[in-house]
């Protein structure tokens, strides 16, 4: 036995070496503040700093294992970042084999991380993790860092009381971003946060930080996250729902209140067009909005939800009830379906920006064509029946323009563009009576209306849109799964591979670039 035993290390690997330190500077240099989009976690000045020390002691050094990762993560951003779009799927691997060269070390990092600087290192893994398909893999680092922040002790206040002003501020924004980020996970995916439901007592960040590129963007982030907590928190389990409906109805109201407050508040730099005129936002402005408006969505589904489950007589669309639960339970789903709308208003002032910060932001206008859809089946004789079957078309033309720009969404624009069509034949079949399903399937009224009321009742039970959407953008399996039990049937959304969504390019799948084990 002792003669096959490796008594040695982990080792590190490198899958590609650094390029000269001339040419990542201007890769990187012009960029670095863009690539941020979840909080400044470096400054200009210290990534520069950090790619010196970097090449001082050695390109393919990882005697600073916190460095090297953090480098080996903003390489890829900027990859991803820099390079035309239609580059974009021969590069992507060499942007995958960066990250490898740190992810080769995240066990370090996890056994050995007791500062700082491995929370950064952990965090700037998830940054470029969150700009991709990989919400197993992004789920476990988010999760990671948290408890490397729990560990050192950054989410208390006698952890401040001795540090300098400039080191307590940053361990301060480690610890937001970390908050944040794990914020996100639940609400997108419904995985518990780490930080639990307690508000945090630390003091918010700064309104102005070193390196960031909208002063007072990581503080309206923050602030969003805490009441991201709350909304998760309006909901509990069917066994005890009937006994404290009441309060849960009481504290989604309390909660929808600040939310408007936290958006009346936004200084005006982060607000969106009003008026009708749109302005283009830059996408950490639009990812405050995306953000508010899925949480007025999610809040609002969950009240639904809760009356229909409150009320023994009701069914799952809501008929049934009460007069009174029936028109709280209106008003709540069409705040949902009015948040949805702003969700692909905010799509249209959007500008054609970088891939995998587009792809990170996909699931909320997704979550809401879906959401539209489901509104409009419920009652196409709506008023806003029609408009909003032109809302979702308005979202289909938006992935044409990123088709046109090279850029591959291919599978989510026939998914879309399929959708929009059961939109607009549902809406014509009220109008006119009498509409074929399609060109290749029977046209008669009966049938068409039979298909559509199946379509119908798949989605009626869905409560959560978010879910729906990122079952079909990520590899998490039990959303995946649930959303091809949902869609299947209705526009053949099938995941090709088993594996990830069904909307997933090729080319953002891991295993394509070798992020995988060999055995």
Not at 169 to 195: H, V
Not at 311 to 318: E, H, Q, V, Y
Request: charge should be negative.
């Amino acid at each position: 036995m002792r003669t096959t035993t490796d008594k040695g290390p982990f080792y590190g690997r490198v899958f590609v070496r650094l390029p000269a330190q001339p040419l990542l500077e201007d890769l990187l240099q012009p960029a670095i503040e863009k690539l941020q989009l979840h909080g400044p976690l470096l400054s200009r000045d210290e990534f520069l700093k950090l790619v010196s020390d970097q090449y001082a002691a050695g390109a393919d050094c990882m005697a600073n294992p916190s460095r090297w990762v953090i480098i080996n993560c903003f390489m890829p951003l900027a990859l991803h970042h820099r390079v035309a779009r239609g580059a974009l799927p021969g590069l992507s691997t060499t942007a995958w084999s960066f990250f490898k060269n740190a992810f080769s070390i995240y066990p370090e990092l996890l056994i050995h991380g007791n500062d700082p600087s491995a929370c950064e290192a952990l965090l700037a893994m998830a940054m470029f993790l969150l700009g991709t398909a990989e919400a197993r893999t992004t789920s476990q680092v988010t999760a990671a860092v948290a408890r490397m922040v729990h560990s050192l002790g950054l989410h208390q206040l006698r952890y401040y009381r001795n540090l300098e002003d400039s080191e307590a501020e940053r361990c301060r924004n480690i610890f937001w971003m970390a908050y944040i980020m794990n914020e996100d996970m639940t609400q997108k995916y419904g995985l518990p946060s780490p930080f639990g439901n307690e508000a945090p007592a630390l003091q918010l960040p700064s309104e102005k930080i070193s390196g960031e590129m909208i002063p007072g963007y990581l503080r309206k982030l923050a602030e969003l996250a805490v009441l991201q907590s709350r909304v998760s928190r309006v909901s509990i389990t069917q066994k005890t729902l009937k006994e404290v409906g009441d309060s849960i109805l009481d504290q989604g109201t309390v909660t929808f209140g600040d939310l408007k407050s936290w958006k009346k508040e936004l200084p005006w730099n982060m607000q969106e067009s009003a008026g009708g005129s749109e302005k283009e936002l830059s996408m950490p402005v639009a990812l405050l909005h995306f953000r508010y408006h899925s949480c007025v969505t999610k809040l609002h589904m969950r009240v639904a939800h809760i009356l229909v489950t409150n009320d023994t007589s009701s069914t799952a669309d809501g008929s049934g009830m009460s007069d009174h639960t029936q028109l709280t339970y209106k008003l709540a789903k069409g705040l949902a379906a009015s948040a949805a709308r702003n969700t692909i208003s905010v799509v249209r002032q959007l500008s054609l920006e970088p891939y995998c910060q587009v792809w990170y932001m996909m699931c909320y206008p997704v979550s809401a064509v879906f959401l539209l859809l489901s509104t409009i089946l419920e009652d196409p004789s709506a008023s806003q029946a029609k408009s909003d079957a032109e809302t979702i078309g308005q979202f289909v033309g938006y992935l044409e323009r990123l088709v046109a720009a090279k850029s591959d969404v291919w599978k989510l624009l026939d998914g879309c563009s399929r959708i929009h069509k059961i939109a607009e034949c549902a809406v014509d079949l009220h109008q006119r009576g009498r509409i074929p399903f399609s060109p290749e399937e029977a046209s008669s009224e009966d049938e068409t209306r039979e298909k559509l009321e199946a379509i119908r009742a798949k989605l009626s039970p869905v409560t959560d849109w978010l879910y729906l959407a990122q079952g079909l953008l990520s590899n998490l399996d039990a959303l995946r799964i649930d959303a091809e039990d949902t869609l299947s049937d209705i526009c053949g959304m099938e995941s090709p591979d088993g594996l990830y969504g069904a909307f997933t390019p090729e080319f953002i799948k891991s295993y394509s670039t070798n992020f995988l084990f060999a055995h």
